[in-house]
Each structure stands twice: as C-alpha cells, then as structure tokens.
C-alpha cells in the first residue's frame, strides 16, 4: 500500500469517518493510524468510552519503522508493528 497525499497530517485535515491504515488499542487506549503527504502519517487516540479522536503526533513511517519523537517508544513500537502488518496483507492483497 502506498500512503497517498491527500490528507495532511494535522488536527484540521484527518479524516475520522474514512478508515484509517490501521487501529489498535494499547492498554486500553484507541490509537489510530491515518496517511498523510508523502512518508507523513497522522497518530491519532481516544479515551476508553469516547467517539471523539484527537491527533496525538505526526509520524514518520519509511516502510519498515515509524518514527514519532512526540510518543514513548514503547507506544511507538507496538503501532509500528500493527502498520508493517498491515502493509504487508496491503501488498498481499493487491498482488493477487
């Protein structure tokens, strides 16, 4: 998959009813992940019980590590893992 310019990483350009690249929940919290320009991806979160998203960081993803200097890393690593997952059956996908 490749992360389309469309959408700026920032609070007032994501997009939360399109579906993100990938979501997942950290203990107990809600990150997701949205594209952004060029290697850029929105990090957003959301409280446990609550609809309401909010962009956390702008990171940085190479294709194989996502950077977040904003975030712990062990956040970092745990969404990194999920959006190299979710990449990979992306490719899968659009070679079959």
Not at 19 to 47: K, L, M, N, W
Not at 60 to 86: I, Q
């Amino acid at each position: 998959m490749t992360i389309t310019q469309d959408r700026a990483a920032s609070a007032g350009n994501v997009n939360f009813d399109e579906a993100p690249i990938v979501q997942a929940q950290i203990e107990g919290v809600d990150y997701r992940i949205d594209t952004g320009f060029g290697s850029a991806v929105a990090i957003s979160t959301r409280a446990p019980g609550s609809w309401l998203w909010t962009v956390l960081a702008d990171g940085k993803w190479d294709g194989l590590r996502l950077r977040a200097k904003s975030m712990d890393r062990p956040v970092v690593d745990v969404l990194e893992r999920a959006l190299g997952e979710a990449m990979r059956e992306q490719n899968a996908n659009d070679d079959a």
